[in-house]
T-cell receptor, first 114, second 111 residues
Framework: DTEVTQTPKHLVMGMTNKKSLKCEQH?????MYWYKQKAKKPPELMFV???????INESVPSRFSPECPNSSLLNLHLHALQPEDSALYLC?????????????FGPGTRLTVT | RKEVEQDPGPFNVPEGATVAFNCTYS??????FFWYRQDGRKEPRLLWA???GGSEDGRFTAQLNRASQYISLLIRDSKLSDSATYLC????????????FGTGTQLKVEL
């Protein structure tokens, strides 16, 4: 079962709000990822967690704060976002962070910042 | 030069046609190669992991040419349900499974 789940599916938030996106996988994968995708563009990597430790931060602004509470869960905490942060936020997981392993994506959270 | 290059399309083809997607990559240390498809506003779904040479599965054939740094995906007897954006994706040794995406090629299969 190659399933990654994400909640919520849609989120509308104001620029002063604090919200969190959640991602869960039960495939025993040890690497998890956050991507941001704007319309008609490919996904852009934001963060990589490997064995619950932050491995890669692609110079993402501090208004995005990732958290990996355990090997199955990945959160993305949002605070003081800008309208240009509106996008599809995708979570993915892979068996390990080595290059050979396929990444499986969740359905995404469509975020609108007003 | 972009790290992963694809023709953005769109490719508009009639049902039953054969269509080929080509992709070139610039990093010779690239190690793993994937094709994902993305339907509209949905998430990318893994279609194929291409490890060496070529492989075939039903209507689909994927090829990897490391010497030319080139990957391809061939779809035969295309169906309406094949309409999607096809993303060429590459990861390389030392990149920590950091995927590099092409811009994607949009395919529209028409009656």
């Amino acid at each position: 079962d190659t399933e990654v789940t994400q909640t919520p599916k849609h989120l509308v938030m104001g620029m002063t709000n604090k919200k969190s996106l959640k991602c869960e996988q039960h495939m025993g994968h040890r690497a998890m990822y956050w991507y941001k995708q704007k319309a008609k563009k490919p996904p852009e990597l934001m963060f990589v967690y490997s064995y619950e430790k932050l491995s890669i931060n692609e110079s993402v602004p501090s208004r995005f704060s990732p958290e990996c509470p355990n090997s199955s869960l990945l959160n993305l905490h949002l605070h003081a976002l800008q309208p240009e942060d509106s996008a599809l936020y995708l979570c993915a997981s892979s068996q390990d962070k080595l290059a050979d392993y396929e990444q499986y994506f969740g359905p995404g959270t469509r975020l609108t910042v007003t | 030069r972009k790290e992963v290059e694809q023709d953005p399309g769109p490719f508009n083809v009639p049902e039953g046609a054969t269509v080929a997607f080509n992709c070139t990559y610039s990093n010779s240390a690239s190690q793993s190669f994937f094709w994902y498809r993305q339907d509209g506003r949905k998430e990318p779904r893994l279609l194929w992991a291409v490890y060496s040479g070529g492989s075939e599965d039903g209507r689909f054939t994927a090829q990897l040419n490391r010497a030319s740094q080139y990957i391809s995906l061939l779809i035969r007897d295309s169906k309406l349900s094949d309409s999607a954006t096809y993303l060429c994706v590459v990861s390389f040794t030392g990149g920590g499974n950091k995927l590099t995406f092409g811009t994607g090629t949009q395919l529209k299969v028409e009656l």
